[in-house]
């Protein structure tokens, strides 16, 4: 009777889990996940493609290979998921962002779906991961006012113009992908992924002189593409206690198939005529190469320390351009982020609750992938502080609840500064699924 509750037990989980799935996915597509005015540049602004566990270490997981979490930034670690596990990772996050400029201050609050992810051993030394993850996050909405010198009838009169800036969408990925271990020490994988999504971008310019025409542009792209990612990972026993992972990744960089268009409109107040000129991309959008280093030290498994480094090609992509438009000054450049972090657990498997908590820490500094009227964007500064926090009971004892805070600064003198306090939840399922039951 036992083993058939437990196997009852098990088949609801996995409707939960499928059902949970679909949900994200349509979760996925409809939040932007930001507030940021920097969203209206290039495709978005970028998302952190890492779980619950490597959050907690500000993103920190080149050379992690976890057993019992799943480490996306490199498909090498996969080889690493325990057997006869299956594991379901997913998150959220919530932050509140203040923007200044100016001596002008704002704040706003968002709350979106960060990811979802699952894995499972497959073979003996093969590891197999699927899952949902943002790519690029697009969302703004503000204005400006300004005055003009004069009216267009001549008059002394002052006129007026508003500004008003908006944006919505972004890009999304689902992937599939394995990591093998060829021979003890080494690791290799493969994250082959669907990259889909879209964007709308709105420029309005409205004047209070009723005989000046108003001029709105709306800029539009949709993508249906792929992305692909490679991984290896290489680990020595340096001493009986002390090991060290090398980890290498690289992202193929391509064109997808999808150039931008830009509608614009001249509307006349007086008359109720509207002139509409589309304007097409010269170019096909871009996703850069993209090349990942990093290493990690492992005691005991007690403690884990780790350092990243990546570097993603963006200079070598083409700049959005339009035909009959004048450039906009937005130019690509190189992005590089460094990331230090670690991770602490006195005793994973040990009886007491506090020795069993995974505590978390990171650090680390991004340039911008692009540049305003030949002003470098805003430089990121960012740290983190999180908790792996085990889920205790008479049936599961090796799931965690991932909670982690973090900080980021945006900063640019020349234009908008950004400082964002973000709470970051995720929870890791873990169950033996392919253990057989025996009957009582």
Same mark, same amino acid.
């Given at each position: 009777?036992?083993?058939?509750?437990?196997?009852?037990?098990?088949?609801?989980?996995?409707?939960?889990?499928?059902?949970?799935?679909?949900?994200?996915?349509?979760?996925?597509?409809?939040q $932007?996940? +930001?507030?940021?005015?920097? %969203?209206?540049? /290039?495709? @978005?602004? #970028?998302?952190?493609?890492a779980? *619950?566990?490597?959050?907690?270490?500000?993103?920190l997981?080149?050379?992690?290979h976890?057993?019992?979490?799943?480490?996306?930034l490199?498909?090498?670690?996969?080889?690493?998921?325990?057997?006869?596990s299956?594991?379901?990772?997913?998150?959220?996050?919530?932050?509140?962002?203040?923007?200044?400029?100016?001596?002008?201050?704002?704040?706003?609050?968002?709350?979106?779906?960060?990811?979802?992810?699952?894995?499972?051993?497959?073979?003996?030394?093969?590891g197999?991961?699927?899952?949902?993850?943002?790519?690029?996050?697009?969302?703004?909405?503000?204005?400006?006012t300004?005055?003009l010198?004069?009216?267009?009838?001549?008059?002394? $009169?002052? +006129?007026?113009?508003?500004? %008003?800036?908006? /944006?919505? @969408?972004? #890009?999304?990925?689902?992937?599939? *992908?394995?990591?093998?271990?060829?021979?003890?020490?080494?690791?290799?994988?493969?994250n082959?992924s669907?990259?889909?999504?879209?964007?709308?971008r709105?420029?309005?310019?409205?004047?209070?002189?009723?005989?000046?025409?108003?001029?709105?542009?709306?800029?539009?792209?949709?993508?249906?593409?792929?992305k692909?990612?490679?991984?290896?990972?290489?680990?020595?026993?340096i001493?009986?206690?002390?090991?060290?992972?090398?980890?290498?990744?690289?992202?193929?960089?391509?064109?997808?198939?999808?150039?931008?268009?830009?509608?614009?409109?001249?509307?006349?107040?007086?008359?109720?005529?509207?002139?509409?000129?589309?304007?097409?991309?010269?170019?096909?959008?871009?996703?850069?190469?993209?090349? /990942?280093? @990093?290493?990690?030290?492992?005691?005991?498994?007690?403690?884990?320390?780790?350092?990243?480094?990546?570097?993603?090609?963006?200079?070598?992509?083409?700049?959005?351009?339009?035909?009959?438009?004048?450039?906009?000054?937005?130019?690509?450049?190189?992005?590089?982020?460094?990331?230090?972090?670690?991770?602490?657990?006195?005793?994973?498997?040990?009886?007491?609750?506090?020795?069993?908590?995974?505590?978390?820490?990171g650090?680390?500094y991004?340039?911008?992938?692009?540049?305003?009227?030949?002003?470098?964007?805003?430089?990121?500064?960012?740290?983190?502080?999180?908790?792996?926090?085990?889920?205790?009971?008479?049936?599961?004892?090796?799931?965690?609840?991932?909670?982690?805070?973090?900080?980021?600064?945006?900063?640019c003198?020349?234009?908008?500064?950004?400082?964002?306090?973000?709470?970051?939840?995720?929870?890791?399922?873990?169950?033996?699924?392919?253990?057989?039951?025996?009957?009582?």
């Amino acid at each position: 009777m036992e083993s058939k509750i437990k196997t009852r037990i098990r088949e609801m989980k996995k409707v939960l889990i499928t059902a949970s799935m679909v949900a994200a996915t349509v979760a996925a597509q409809a939040q $932007s996940g +930001t507030n940021s005015p920097y %969203s209206q540049y /290039g495709l @978005g602004s #970028l998302s952190e493609q890492a779980g *619950g566990f490597n959050r907690g270490m500000n993103g920190l997981g080149q050379g992690f290979h976890e057993h019992n979490q799943i480490n996306y930034l490199n498909p090498a670690s996969y080889a690493s998921i325990d057997s006869l596990s299956f594991i379901f990772d997913a998150g959220i996050s919530g932050h509140i962002t203040n923007y200044s400029e100016g001596g002008v201050k704002v704040n706003a609050k968002n709350a979106n779906f960060e990811y979802l992810v699952a894995g499972f051993r497959a073979a003996k030394h093969l590891g197999v991961s699927f899952g949902i993850l943002p790519y690029t996050n697009i969302g703004y909405e503000y204005s400006s006012t300004n005055k003009l010198g004069g009216s267009s009838t001549g008059s002394s $009169s002052t +006129t007026s113009y508003v500004n %008003s800036y908006s /944006g919505s @969408g972004g #890009l999304h990925q689902i992937y599939l *992908g394995v990591g093998w271990s060829p021979v003890k020490g080494l690791a290799v994988g493969v994250n082959g992924s669907y990259l889909w999504g879209d964007y709308t971008r709105s420029v309005v310019n409205s004047y209070t002189d009723a005989y000046a025409n108003t001029l709105s542009r709306y800029y539009s792209a949709s993508v249906n593409s792929y992305k692909v990612d490679f991984g290896l990972q290489y680990t020595r026993k340096i001493t009986k206690k002390d090991e060290l992972t090398l980890g290498l990744t690289y992202s193929l960089g391509h064109k997808l198939g999808a150039a931008p268009e830009c509608n614009e409109i001249s509307n006349n107040s007086q008359t109720g005529v509207a002139d509409t000129t589309l304007h097409k991309g010269l170019s096909e959008l871009e996703i850069p190469a993209v090349y /990942g280093v @990093g290493v990690m030290w492992n005691r005991s498994n007690k403690l884990k320390l780790g350092v990243d480094y990546q570097l993603q090609k963006w200079g070598a992509v083409s700049d959005p351009q339009y035909a009959g438009m004048q450039n906009h000054g937005l130019v690509y450049s190189d992005r590089h982020k460094l990331t230090l972090g670690g991770e602490i657990c006195p005793k994973e498997n040990g009886r007491n609750f506090l020795e069993r908590v995974h505590y978390r820490f990171g650090a680390s500094y991004a340039t911008n992938y692009m540049k305003i009227n030949n002003q470098d964007g805003p430089k990121e500064y960012s740290v983190s502080a999180g908790f792996g926090i085990p889920i205790m009971n008479g049936y599961n004892n090796r799931s965690l609840l991932n909670i982690s805070a973090q900080w980021v600064k945006q900063d640019c003198k020349a234009f908008v500064t950004e400082n964002t306090f973000r709470i970051n939840i995720g929870l890791t399922f873990n169950e033996r699924w392919f253990a057989k039951w025996k009957m009582e």
